[in-house]
């Protein structure tokens, strides 16, 4: 049936019915351009005319003779005949009739429809009134369309879904790229359901699209000036926002107008990235006209903040100030982080720096907490220094501020390195076998020998790094724990502590002599040879004939692989891993000491394990083939800092010279080795970060620095961890840190019946997940030995799977540099108990990933 017949049947059942005989009048309109010719009811046959005229209207009259019709008419004849009561007294209800909007609407959709009055969706609805029918044809019928769903259905029809289907924050975003070119009356109608489909955020959008070349930018603009920290501001500050919040259709507290309006901007920059970029440069020109500097800096979103309090805490370092993890997470977390990754990494080392240089140094003249001090300081300094030089090689801004900062580093690091080179001058032979170090000669006795006690079968596999200096191997190590396929990382001691053992290379520091008494197991007794020298001719020969001579290995069957021999990408290296029958197999990597000894003295060292030939292979065969690993290095290095730290020509190491009868030069101390050291004469070692002698290069070694002579040494396993990070590192330790201050949240606007009195609700379990540590797959020994925020950590992972750290750190309202030491200490405790609850990996976004990995009872 034709919407002309339904139409046509409506109307003569609301005229009275069909009859017998007489005639129903009808103005033309829309629904009705295909007529029926004719209409059969119980009562007879109506016949359906069009006519033009009331000449005509009469005739065709005349001709029926009283039979029923319906005549369809222009509305211009309807007013005509409107004047001739004649006909009106004949016609059905004495009148002529016309559709309304509803008419048509429930005519062509099947259901009844009571929303169509405004005169802008009553031309819409006609003009899409066929993509309605479409649209209802695919969906379940309401009783009635009421105008909420007459209006969401024609916004569908008209400019699509989105407008339902998306975010405010992403509507804005595209708008403010592409501002709508529609009709008043489809403009209208979008601005009338925003209201109803996105509340507070809907009101803004329909506030704007009244005017969207000019109102959808303002509002992204002042609502990134209006997310500083400041509580009132004035009428600049809001622009054309300030008169619109007491206006429809937006009549709201400027209080909750504030908080709609940030939120709404902070979600659409993020949505448009980089292409936000005109909308905040014009942004931060206004903030800069109308706000204070202090108060500017407030803004986690404005790129001006995020610039003005970055060269506020550079100059503060250069002051001598340390800068807080508080301080370093609100740059993190304000949004143009991202986009200025260069100047937050250098910031981040700076702080770093600045908090190590903020400890008190404590002189001491025994040598093993010397040692022990660098490697859990120290060493982490140089890290930090590294660090920061990398950072500045990609960045234009905080070089002179860095440059204070890293004078003062190697400063405080040169007083480090003096009282330690004045203990080797002391008593070199003393120092060297302190109790509680290990030096590289004696690393079979003292450090493989116990576990050969515990386990005479053990297989071992010894990596040798080749010129690795601890922060180096600090970050190598870091890098192998954070593999969460196949992490490997340092066992914790008997007290949870993950460090290495502290060991020591001989004097002089050079790959003849310090490798030669790792394989031969004493201190060789032969010229020391020259690097270039003993690289090109001697290394193969003598490290290989050095390491059969080992009395320590007994008879025990090995095999040694230098750098000619992984010329092959380590496949043999791996084949001797696997082979059962030899008890120890040993491989230099001679990575590190390629590169320091290379004159592009422009860059620094940069290693991940993945860059090291067959190393992270070798690792892992050497786990799967249960060998234990231990890994050391056969001297550190100490960086290039400049060239006028050169001290003279120099002939052979850059670290260390024959004296004579000469006195030692400036930054070098004389030695007396006692015969432990080549050929008995008097020698002088440097001991200055980057003093040298000779031409420039990026590492030099020979000296008798803590960089130099302090080498990892500390067995490997699978599911190990990283070692331990300074107190300052994460930002604790004599600095106190400020607590940040919380955003100011307004209170509610209350109304009368809001300020009625409300019984205080009890506290739930339900909300500290601590509670539910009992479904935890841990001995309950253990779980008491546990704090809530350990448990609670746990508990949160096992029931979501995973978690990012800022996540964690929400739930459990910790700072999120604060939560990181947290996992490291928790994961340090299970693995001690022999337990693996969760694994972490880093994101390309720099936020650490937890992984729930347990089995549930």
Same mark, same amino acid.
């Given at each position: 049936m034709s919407a002309a017949h339904l139409l046509l049947r409506g109307l003569l059942e609301k005229s009275g019915g069909a009859n017998e005989k007489g005639f129903l009048l009808v103005i033309d309109s829309e629904g009705l351009e295909n007529l029926p010719e004719q209409m059969t009811t119980p009562k007879g046959v109506y016949r359906v005319h069009r006519i033009a005229t009331e000449l005509g209207l009469r005739h065709l009259l005349w001709r029926a003779k009283g039979a029923p019709l319906i005549a369809v008419m222009p509305e211009a004849v309807a007013l005509q005949i409107q004047k001739a009561p004649d006909i009106l007294r004949r016609a059905q209800d004495q009148r002529v009739h016309a559709l309304t909007i509803n008419d048509v609407l429930e005519a062509h959709l099947g259901v009844r429809v009571v929303g169509a009055d405004a005169p802008y969706m009553q031309k819409l609805a006609l003009e899409h009134v066929h993509k309605l029918g479409v649209m209802m044809s695919h969906r379940t019928l309401?009783? !009635? &369309? =009421?105008?909420? @769903?007459?209006?969401?259905?024609? !916004?569908?029809?008209? !400019?699509?879904?989105?407008?339902?289907?998306?975010?405010?924050?992403?509507?804005?975003?595209?708008?403010?790229?592409?501002?709508?070119?529609?009709?008043?009356?489809?403009?209208?109608? !979008?601005r009338d359901a925003l209201l109803t489909m996105h509340g507070d955020d809907g009101r803004l959008l329909s506030w704007a699209l009244a005017?969207?070349?000019?109102? @959808?930018?303002q509002l992204v603009i002042h609502g990134a000036i209006l997310t500083v920290e400041v509580p009132e501001l004035g009428k600049p500050v809001w622009g054309p926002l300030w008169q619109a919040a007491t206006e429809p259709p937006l009549e709201m507290d400027r209080r909750i107008l504030r908080r709609v309006l940030t939120r709404l901007a902070e979600d659409t920059l993020a949505i448009l990235g980089d292409l936000a970029?005109?909308?905040?440069?014009?942004?931060?020109?206004?903030?800069?006209?109308?706000?204070?500097?202090?108060?500017?800096?407030?803004?986690?979103?404005?790129?001006?903040?995020?610039?003005?309090?970055?060269?506020?805490?550079?100059?503060?370092?250069?002051?001598?100030?340390? &800068?807080? *993890?508080?301080?370093?997470?609100?740059?993190?977390?304000?949004?143009?982080?991202?986009?200025?990754r260069v100047s937050l990494a250098v910031l981040v080392a700076m702080g770093r720096l600045s908090r190590y240089l903020d400890q008190p140094f404590t002189p001491s003249t025994d040598i093993l907490a010397q040692v022990q001090d660098y490697q859990r300081n120290g060493a982490f300094a140089d890290l930090a220094i590294l660090q920061l030089r990398r950072a500045l090689a990609s960045s234009a801004a905080h070089h002179a501020e860095a440059k204070s900062v890293l004078t003062a580093a190697y400063a405080r690091r040169e007083r480090e390195n003096q009282q330690f080179a004045a203990a080797l001058a002391a008593g070199y032979e003393a120092a060297l076998h302190h109790t509680g170090l290990t030096p590289?000669?004696?690393?079979?006795?003292?450090?493989?020998?116990?576990?050969?006690?515990?386990?005479?079968?053990a297989r071992l596999f010894l990596v040798v790094l080749d010129g690795c200096s601890y922060p180096v191997f600090l970050e190598l190590l870091h890098a192998l724990s954070q593999d969460n396929t196949f992490p490997i990382g340092i066992r914790p001691d008997a007290d949870g502590r993950v460090a290495g053992i502290p060991a020591l290379s001989p004097l002089p520091t050079i790959t003849s002599h310090a490798r030669g008494a790792i394989f031969l197991g004493e201190l060789p007794q032969d010229p020391l040879a020259a690097e270039t020298v003993f690289r090109d001719e001697q290394e193969a020969k003598t490290d290989k004939a050095r390491f059969n001579q080992n009395k320590a290995l007994e008879r025990r069957n090995r095999r040694l692989f230098l750098k000619?021999?992984?010329? =092959?990408?380590?496949?043999?290296?791996?084949?001797?891993?696997?082979?059962e029958s030899l008890d120890v197999v040993a491989a230099v990597f001679n990575a590190v000491d390629d590169q320091i000894g290379s004159v592009n003295t422009g860059s620094t060292v940069r290693l991940s394990p993945e860059d090291i030939s067959a190393f992270k292979p070798s690792l892992q065969v050497a786990l799967k083939s249960r060998r234990k690993i231990l890994v050391t290095a056969d001297h550190g290095h100490s960086p290039y800092v400049e060239n006028?730290?050169?001290?003279?020509?120099?002939?052979?190491?850059?670290?260390?010279?024959?004296?004579?009868?000469?006195?030692?030069? =400036?930054?070098? &101390?004389?030695? =007396?080795?006692?015969?432990?050291?080549?050929?008995?004469?008097?020698?002088?070692?440097?001991w200055r970060s980057g003093a040298y002698l000779g031409s420039p290069q990026v590492g030099f070694h020979?000296?008798?620095? *803590?960089?130099?002579?302090?080498?990892?040494?500390?067995?490997?396993?699978?599911?190990?961890?990283?070692?331990?990070?300074?107190?300052?590192?994460?930002?604790q330790g004599s600095v106190v840190e400020p607590v940040p201050p919380p955003r100011p949240v307004e209170l509610p606007i209350e109304t009368p019946s809001d300020k009625l009195p409300t019984a205080p609700k009890p506290q739930l379990t339900l909300f500290n997940p601590a509670e539910r540590a009992d479904a935890l797959p841990l001995p309950p020994e253990l779980l008491a030995k546990l704090g809530n925020d350990e448990k609670s950590v746990l508990v949160l992972l096992r029931e979501n799977g995973s978690a990012r750290a800022s996540e964690l750190a929400e739930r459990l309202r910790k700072n999120p540099g604060r939560l990181n030491g947290l996992m490291v200490t928790l994961k340090r405790a299970l693995h001690a108990s022999g337990h693996t609850l969760f694994t972490d990996e880093k994101l390309p976004s720099g936020e650490t990933m937890y992984r729930y990995q347990g089995k549930d009872r």
């Open positions: 309401p009783t !009635v &369309i =009421d105008r909420r @769903l007459l209006t969401e259905m024609l !916004v569908d029809v008209s !400019v699509g879904e989105r407008v339902r289907t998306q975010t405010p924050a992403q509507l804005l975003a595209a708008w403010v790229q592409e501002p709508p070119q529609w009709s008043l009356g489809v403009s209208q109608l !979008v005017q969207p070349e000019r109102r @959808l930018r970029t005109p909308l905040l440069d014009e942004a931060d020109r206004i903030g800069r006209e109308c706000l204070l500097p202090a108060q500017l800096q407030t803004s986690h979103v404005l790129p001006l903040a995020f610039a003005s309090r970055c060269h506020a805490l550079a100059k503060q370092a250069a002051d001598g100030k340390a &800068i807080s *993890l508080a301080e370093i997470s609100w740059l993190t977390a304000h949004r143009s982080a991202n986009i200025n590289l000669h004696r690393l079979w006795k003292r450090t493989v020998a116990p576990v050969w006690q515990q386990d005479p079968g000619a021999d992984l010329a =092959d990408g380590g496949q043999a290296l791996l084949a001797a891993l696997a082979d006028k730290l050169r001290v003279g020509a120099g002939k052979g190491a850059p670290r260390f010279l024959p004296l004579g009868k000469n006195a030692a030069p =400036d930054s070098f &101390i004389e030695i =007396d080795l006692g015969g432990l050291g080549g050929p008995p004469e008097r020698r002088a070692f440097a020979g000296g008798c620095s *803590l960089e130099e002579m302090v080498v990892p040494l500390a067995w490997l396993e699978r599911d190990g961890l990283h070692a331990d990070e300074p107190a300052w590192w994460f930002g």
